[in-house]
Structure formats: C-alpha cells, structure tokens
C-alpha cells in the first residue's frame, strides 16, 4: 500500500487563524487544487471540535440546505460547531442557506468551499458582505513543495 502524505499548505494556518472569529470562511479554488483534503485536514486538527462535512455533490446533502428556514437549519446541523460545505455552488440558494446560518448561530464556524470562484462569488458576495473571509487555493507553489521534498 502506497504511503501518502499530506503535504501541508501554506495557506492552512491562515485559515486556521480566522476559525471562531464569527465569520464565514470561504474557500475558491480550480478542481483538483486539494481543497477537499485541506478542509479534512483542518477537520483532523480541530476533532476536539464536533464537526459535520456536507459534499454538496451528494443530492442528499444539497437537498437538506436548499430552500430551509434557520430553524431547519439549526436542527438539520445539531450540536455540531465546524460545518464543511464542501462544492457549495451546487446548492440553490447558497450565499441566502450562509447568512441564515451566520446570522442566527455565529458561534457556528462555517466553512465553504468551491471550485468555481465566478459561480460561488455570484451567489454569496451580496448576501455575506461583512460576514465572510475569502481564501483562493492556488495549485502547489515551489515554496511548498521545497520544503515538502527538501529540495534546494
């Protein structure tokens, strides 16, 4: 079995300093750049945390943020304090779906992710002006991967 390692992102412990700060973070990236394993990466490092992760590529977790009031919201996230939205622009409605849920649970970090910027821009930058921090995932840099590989 291959050995696979997380090669650590620099833009990680930026992320990781906004968490609980009462705002959204939202993540942009082209495909396969490795949001997915970053956000379960940060997942892994706040298990102390009670977290959920929503693929929105999956119609059932589409389906129960589509079109919901903060109440169905609330009971559909429970006790949970980190919630991934990972592909985010899947979801109808989505930048309504996040001020609903910033608006009414800001103790509840959020995280969103998606691989078309122009899309997920266009759905939530009016809905969470001022209640966002945005983060654009870029493919490995050489920074990265030096230090990853020890390489000068």
């Known amino acids: ?6 090669l ?18 939202i993540i942009y990236g082209a495909r396969q750049t490795g949001k997915t ?12 945390k009670k977290s959920v992760y929503l693929n929105c590529d999956e119609p059932d977790d589409r ?3 589509t079109d919901k009031t903060s109440t169905e ?9 980190i919630v991934v939205i990972d592909e985010a622009q ?16 800001p103790n509840i970090q959020i995280i969103a992710t998606g691989s078309s910027s122009f899309d997920l821009a266009n759905k939530i930058n009016e809905p ?5 921090y945005t983060f654009k995932l ?15």
Do not use: C, W
């Open 8 to 25: 650590t992102r620099t833009i990680q412990k930026n992320i990781e300093n906004k968490l609980f700060k009462g705002k959204i973070i």
């Open 37 to 48: 394993t970053l956000v379960k990466q940060i997942l892994k490092n706040y298990r102390h």
């Open 73 to 81: 919201l609330k009971n559909f996230i429970g006790d949970n304090e």
């Open 128 to 132: 969470l002006t001022g209640r966002k």
């Open 90 to 105: 899947r979801v109808e409605n989505i930048g309504l779906t996040l001020k609903l849920l910033i608006d009414n649970y």
């Open 63 to 65: 389906f129960a943020l």
């Open 1 to 6: 079995m291959e050995n696979i390692q997380f």
């Open 138 to 152: 870029y493919p490995f840099s050489l920074q990265e991967l030096t230090q990853k590989f020890n390489l000068k």
